[in-house]
């Protein structure tokens, strides 16, 4: 299978800001339903009373995922219908319109239920609200690689569908806040279900932008006919366990999201018993993306002098600096202490920025190894499956770490008033959480991704691309 431009590409305009723009939007759409799953540990174990049930059903759901991601991604690689402009973003659109109401199937606001009833409740809306989610965002992912074939183009839109993110994540990180938990520092748990259906909605509208603005530029040759070779799933798996690009590429995001994710329960926890202001956790957080907003117009031409994995191997070498640096720790003096914290989250967000940029461009570049290696490019089971990974770090991560902050003595009956022992244990557990995801990274991006600048330069020119 080759590919090649798009047979109409001649009367299409060419690829400029408008293409980037649009696919930011899309991850925009994307993060105005996945920001809130930062906020579902405390919703669960503070409103919801769940504790240690929350992070076993978090396991469970993850059974429901490794079912729904290589599944879907497998259906839109198998689906050789003709749409009207294209599958990806017919998928997408499908997507979306689930997605209105998908979050905030997560959020019902039921406290005094039987535990019985919020297994149901949780389990329920959890699958409701991740299988459209995969839907609109395994086709958003592979999409990349289908809009232009030059390098710059992609590192481009790599690095903007990192600015939809952290605009998509920049609303319910420092508004909510504000509106979500009380002058005590408690959650209102009624408050977040009404903020996750405006978030559908506005998921919803930037996903039509994305469509409406969307062109394809590269076309796949698919056989058809009896001489077609047919899908066959575990053969397309097996193929991605020997595509190194993409699992050094999936190692990379497991240990990100293992950050992002797996410590937001104890971030949540240190502002509200620590530093005993959780207001102002979601501003911590966004000054700590000024290096990702800074080096996002830089990362084009900083790609093409210094190569993908070149870049992503430094970054993370910063995170895990950064990383050793959040064990500093003045609890005798916490304003003092908050700014170590805050000094630490923007160098960790600078080495995290330099690869988020990019990381999006990596995996573009893997299904394209997928091809250039085994005669296949399959970019929605590649996707799917480094989704699917993705996705486990988000689930498997934060119950284990919900697990040790259980542990170290958190009990989340006690909302905002956790005691001094336990809220610096918190302040702990974030810093060994963040240097494991940063040292994940380099393990992913430094030893097992393969594609350095000169392997890439020889790979494009094999596929006809340079």
Same mark, same amino acid.
């Given at each position: 299978m080759k590919t090649q431009q798009n047979p109409g590409a001649k009367e299409q305009r060419k690829f400029g800001i408008r293409d980037s723009i649009a696919y930011a939007a899309g991850d925009l759409g994307c993060n105005m339903s996945f920001a809130l799953k930062g906020t579902m540990s405390i919703f669960w174990t503070q409103f919801m009373g769940m504790d240690l049930w929350y992070a076993l059903l978090l396991v469970i759901v993850q059974v429901w995922d490794a079912i729904n991601d290589p599944l879907i991604?497998? /259906?839109?690689?198998?689906?050789?219908?003709?749409?009207?402009?294209?599958?990806?973003?017919?998928? /997408?659109w499908l997507g979306s319109i689930g997605l209105i109401v998908g979050g905030a199937c997560c959020f019902l606001p039921f406290p005094n239920a039987p535990t019985w009833a919020k297994f149901i409740i949780f389990i329920a809306g959890y699958v409701v609200w991740d299988a459209f989610y995969t839907i609109a965002n395994v086709p958003y992912g592979s999409l990349l690689s289908l809009i232009s074939n030059d390098v710059k183009d992609r590192a481009s839109l790599s690095a903007w569908r990192s600015v939809g993110s952290i605009f998509g994540n920049m609303l319910p990180m420092v508004i909510l806040p504000f509106i979500i938990y009380d002058k005590d520092n408690n959650l209102i748990g009624e408050r977040v279900f009404i903020a996750a259906l405006i978030m559908g909605v506005l998921g919803f509208i930037c996903f039509q932008f994305m469509i409406k603005n969307t062109v394809v530029r590269v076309d796949t040759d698919v056989a058809v006919g009896e001489d077609a070779p047919k899908f066959n799933v575990f053969k397309a798996f097996g193929n991605f366990m020997k595509n190194r690009p993409a699992v050094g590429a999936t190692i990379a995001a497991m240990g990100m999201f293992i950050g992002m994710q797996g410590a937001t329960t104890a971030v949540t926890v240190i502002f509200q018993s620590y530093f005993k202001n959780v207001k102002i956790s979601g501003i911590v957080q966004l000054f700590a993306m000024?290096?990702?907003?800074?080096?996002?117009p830089l990362a084009r031409n900083a790609v093409a002098k210094y190569g993908k994995k070149e870049l992503a191997t430094f970054g993370s070498i910063v995170s895990i600096v950064a990383g050793l640096g959040l064990f500093i720790i003045i609890p005798d003096n916490t304003k003092l202490d908050l700014i170590i914290y805050i000094i630490c989250q923007l160098f960790f967000s600078l080495g995290l920025g330099i690869y988020s940029t990019v990381s999006w461009a990596m995996m573009g570049d893997a299904i394209d190894y997928n091809e250039w290696k085994f005669g296949a490019r399959e970019e929605g089971t590649v996707y799917s499956l480094h989704s699917f990974f993705r996705k486990l770090a988000q689930g498997i991560g934060p119950s284990l770490v919900l697990v040790i902050m259980i542990a170290f003595g958190y009990v989340g009956k006690n909302e905002g008033n956790q005691l001094w022992e336990v809220a610096v244990n918190m302040r702990y557990t974030v810093a060994a959480t963040f240097l494991f995801s940063a040292i994940l990274q380099f393990v992913g991006l430094g030893l097992v991704y393969n594609l350095d600048k000169k392997t890439l330069a020889k790979m494009n020119a094999d596929l006809g691309r340079e």
């Amino acid at each position: 299978m080759k590919t090649q431009q798009n047979p109409g590409a001649k009367e299409q305009r060419k690829f400029g800001i408008r293409d980037s723009i649009a696919y930011a939007a899309g991850d925009l759409g994307c993060n105005m339903s996945f920001a809130l799953k930062g906020t579902m540990s405390i919703f669960w174990t503070q409103f919801m009373g769940m504790d240690l049930w929350y992070a076993l059903l978090l396991v469970i759901v993850q059974v429901w995922d490794a079912i729904n991601d290589p599944l879907i991604g497998s /259906i839109i690689d198998a689906d050789k219908r003709q749409y009207k402009k294209n599958k990806f973003l017919a998928y /997408i659109w499908l997507g979306s319109i689930g997605l209105i109401v998908g979050g905030a199937c997560c959020f019902l606001p039921f406290p005094n239920a039987p535990t019985w009833a919020k297994f149901i409740i949780f389990i329920a809306g959890y699958v409701v609200w991740d299988a459209f989610y995969t839907i609109a965002n395994v086709p958003y992912g592979s999409l990349l690689s289908l809009i232009s074939n030059d390098v710059k183009d992609r590192a481009s839109l790599s690095a903007w569908r990192s600015v939809g993110s952290i605009f998509g994540n920049m609303l319910p990180m420092v508004i909510l806040p504000f509106i979500i938990y009380d002058k005590d520092n408690n959650l209102i748990g009624e408050r977040v279900f009404i903020a996750a259906l405006i978030m559908g909605v506005l998921g919803f509208i930037c996903f039509q932008f994305m469509i409406k603005n969307t062109v394809v530029r590269v076309d796949t040759d698919v056989a058809v006919g009896e001489d077609a070779p047919k899908f066959n799933v575990f053969k397309a798996f097996g193929n991605f366990m020997k595509n190194r690009p993409a699992v050094g590429a999936t190692i990379a995001a497991m240990g990100m999201f293992i950050g992002m994710q797996g410590a937001t329960t104890a971030v949540t926890v240190i502002f509200q018993s620590y530093f005993k202001n959780v207001k102002i956790s979601g501003i911590v957080q966004l000054f700590a993306m000024i290096p990702i907003v800074v080096f996002t117009p830089l990362a084009r031409n900083a790609v093409a002098k210094y190569g993908k994995k070149e870049l992503a191997t430094f970054g993370s070498i910063v995170s895990i600096v950064a990383g050793l640096g959040l064990f500093i720790i003045i609890p005798d003096n916490t304003k003092l202490d908050l700014i170590i914290y805050i000094i630490c989250q923007l160098f960790f967000s600078l080495g995290l920025g330099i690869y988020s940029t990019v990381s999006w461009a990596m995996m573009g570049d893997a299904i394209d190894y997928n091809e250039w290696k085994f005669g296949a490019r399959e970019e929605g089971t590649v996707y799917s499956l480094h989704s699917f990974f993705r996705k486990l770090a988000q689930g498997i991560g934060p119950s284990l770490v919900l697990v040790i902050m259980i542990a170290f003595g958190y009990v989340g009956k006690n909302e905002g008033n956790q005691l001094w022992e336990v809220a610096v244990n918190m302040r702990y557990t974030v810093a060994a959480t963040f240097l494991f995801s940063a040292i994940l990274q380099f393990v992913g991006l430094g030893l097992v991704y393969n594609l350095d600048k000169k392997t890439l330069a020889k790979m494009n020119a094999d596929l006809g691309r340079e």
